[in-house]
């Protein structure tokens, strides 16, 4: 419950934020979105099995699954890349963060 009432709030914010005018704001909302994304991920591998998954350590039955981990890293590597590069965007000239038109 917790972890979807944390998905919902990310969620909000960023598609809050994407609908926004600035560019930085279109990042933050970005990378909010991300966020849920990757604890939407983590949560569909169980958040009730705590155990790492490595074998030998523990018992099958309560290790996480891998898999979705591994989707998040993916993810976070994804998220990571395109954040800098509208990052960088803003930084340019050509992607200032503008609130209003420029006056030519």
Known sequence: MTVALGIGILVTGGVYLLLQRGLVRVIFGFVLLGH?????????????????AIVGTADPERMADPLPQAFVLTAIVITFGVTVYLLALAGSEHGSDDDTERSR
């Not at 849920?36 to 790492?52: F, K, P, V």
């Open 36 to 52: 849920a994304a990757n604890l939407l991920l983590l949560s569909s591998g169980g958040t009730w099995l705590r155990e790492a």
